[in-house]
């Protein structure tokens, strides 16, 4: 998010020095490297559950990394199976029920995610057969046609039938009123 502003590069080399002079960083990564990740503490928790329950698949890589930790757990806790996905490294979509996109930033990362065709033509296949999907902001975003950055077209999933332009600056933000058609599958459509 704070990419949008001019100053990042100097903030960042700021922090950067404070760091460097407030924080033993040997010590911080010694302790860091004894911990587990986050994903074995929720695989564990899965193998402690001993249900059988659906398969969801998680993307969850440098692309889609926001994720609420409540939710996964959530997830786990009502007897779900978290199988993880790299947008970028796995050119198989495994065998899941479900799949969940959280946010990120895939317009930074457009050139690696759209490299992987072999994925990304998987994942609009199963949704096109049926396959139930979460999507956050930047799983939206992945499920689009494509993200133009900087004028250049990078092919995305292609399940919604658009394409997510980047801007230099915010194009707005607000409320919208919606109104539902016959063809929706949930609610009435609405009256004019």
Same mark, same amino acid.
């Given at each position: 998010?704070?990419?949008?502003?001019?100053?990042?590069?100097?903030?960042?080399?700021?922090?950067?020095?404070?760091?460097?002079?407030?924080?033993?960083?040997?010590?911080?990564?010694?302790?860091?490297?004894?911990?587990?990740?986050?994903?074995?503490?929720?695989?564990?928790?899965?193998?402690?559950?001993?249900?059988?329950?659906?398969?969801?698949g998680v993307i969850k890589d440098r692309a889609f990394s926001f994720y609420y930790p409540e939710n996964l757990e959530a997830l786990v806790e009502k007897g779900a199976e978290l199988i993880f996905i790299d947008a970028i490294?796995?050119?198989?979509?495994?065998?899941?029920?479900?799949?969940?996109?959280?946010?990120?930033?895939?317009?930074?990362?457009?050139?690696?995610?759209?490299?992987?065709?072999?994925?990304?033509?998987?994942?609009?296949?199963?949704?096109?057969?049926?396959?139930?999907?979460?999507?956050?902001?930047?799983?939206?975003?992945?499920?689009?046609?494509?993200?133009?950055?900087?004028?250049? +077209?990078?092919?995305?999933?292609?399940?919604?039938?658009?394409?997510?332009?980047?801007?230099?600056?915010?194009?707005? +933000?607000?409320?919208?009123?919606?109104?539902?058609?016959?063809? +929706?599958?949930?609610?009435?459509?609405?009256?004019?």
């Open positions: 998010p704070a990419g949008e502003q001019d100053l990042l590069l100097e903030r960042v080399e700021k922090l950067g020095r404070l760091v460097s002079e407030n924080v033993n960083l040997e010590a911080l990564l010694a302790v860091a490297a004894q911990a587990c990740s986050f994903d074995e503490v929720i695989q564990e928790k899965v193998t402690t559950l001993k249900t059988v329950g659906p398969k969801i490294k796995d050119k198989v979509l495994p065998s899941i029920d479900g799949l969940y996109i959280g946010g990120g930033f895939p317009e930074v990362m457009a050139d690696e995610i759209s490299a992987n065709e072999s994925l990304r033509l998987t994942i609009k296949a199963r949704i096109e057969d049926e396959l139930p999907v979460y999507a956050e902001c930047g799983g939206l975003m992945y499920l689009s046609n494509g993200i133009i950055v900087s004028g250049k +077209h990078y092919p995305m999933v292609g399940v919604f039938d658009c394409d997510v332009q980047m801007e230099k600056k915010p194009q707005g +933000h607000g409320y919208t009123i919606q109104k539902t058609t016959a063809a +929706h599958p949930f609610f009435p459509e609405a009256s004019s």
